[in-house]
């Protein structure tokens, strides 16, 4: 039970992008029919709203890769504990 309290993780809350509100462009091209296409004006606005897109989960990519190198180093320091552990009851001639 102490492990999980010194459980170094944040656990992060991932909002995800509301789609309707922040990219109605991109929600309105996905509503249409392959045969509707898309126009020459809606293309700036339309890579705009893939950029932010794009940029959400990058973050929340980011922050996934960060939390599972604490979990990497906190398992490799919880491994070391044990091995030091381990080092010295065989010094002391603990079988």
Known sequence: MSELKDCPLQFHD???????KVCPRYTAVLA???????????????????ETLLSSASRRLRVLEAETQILTDWQDK??????????????LGAP
């Open 14 to 20: 991932f909002k995800s992008v509301d789609h309707l």
């Open 32 to 50: 249409r029919s392959e045969d509707d296409g898309i126009g020459i004006e809606e293309l700036d606005t339309l890579q705009l709203e893939l």
């Open 78 to 91: 919880k491994g070391d504990r044990r091995f030091l552990k381990l080092g010295r009851d065989h010094e």
